[in-house]
Antibody, heavy 120, light 108 residues
């Protein structure tokens, strides 16, 4: 069964850092682009960052560019999001999502998310 | 950035009724690069529809999508108890990919 499971969320002070992880199973991880999507309280989802299957190409929303870094370890079937210089507006549930090869751009499997709270 | 506006914000219906959800884009979404997702609290979001009208694997045929250009619709023909959830549309025609604000379908 295809599964993705996020971890690493928590409470962090403004200006702090946090690293999220997403463990994948049930599919050949290196064949698929992966994405982080976040959802702030009471808002719709927001695309944050994506990475190609081989990790060479990365993409970021303007709101996180220069502060967040997406990466992956295909030997460990794990996706990461290193977040630094965190702000209150980064408070959200962060989801890891898999992108199908056949239909680039959509997300055919999501995790349940991990909550990041930025507050003093 | 493409803005997706979903309406209504909340839909109060009874099981067995028909639900019609709307998603309007601020610019034309070509080739119907529009998807719909279902999200229940504490669960992973689930892909329902892509390409505006193609059902994802395992999605019951009571879910259907339609539309083109700037106006898209998700229809649930007969609501089952498990269909009460929040639904989001997403466009993947333009970068960045964007989502709508969601429609909550609640039990009346």
């Amino acid at each position: 069964e295809v599964q993705v499971l996020e971890s690493g969320g928590g409470l962090v002070q403004p200006g702090g850092s946090l690293r999220l992880s997403c463990a994948a199973s049930g599919f050949t991880f290196s064949n698929y682009a992966m994405t982080w999507v976040r959802q702030a309280p009471g808002k719709g989802p927001e695309w944050v960052s994506s990475i190609s299957g081989n990790g060479v190409s990365t993409y970021y929303a303007d709101s996180v560019k220069g502060r967040f870094t997406i990466s992956r370890d295909n030997s460990k079937n794990t996706l990461y999001l290193q977040m630094s210089s965190l702000r209150g507006e980064d408070t959200a549930v962060y989801f890891c999502a898999k992108e199908p090869v056949a239909v680039p751009g959509i997300f055919d499997r999501w995790g349940q998310g991990t909550l990041v709270t930025v507050s003093s | 950035e493409i803005v997706l506006t979903q309406s209504p914000g909340t839909l109060s219906l009874s099981p067995g009724e028909r639900a019609t959800l709307s998603c309007r884009a601020s610019q034309s979404v070509s080739s119907s690069y529009l998807a719909w997702y279902q999200h229940k609290p504490g669960q992973a979001p689930r892909l329902l529809i892509y390409g505006a009208s193609s059902r994802a694997t395992g999605i019951p045929d009571r879910f259907s999508g339609s539309g083109s250009g700037t106006d898209f619709t998700l229809t649930i023909s007969r609501l089952e108890p498990e269909d009460f959830a929040v639904y989001y549309c997403q466009q993947y025609n333009y970068s960045p990919r964007t989502f709508g604000g969601g429609t909550r379908v609640e039990i009346k």
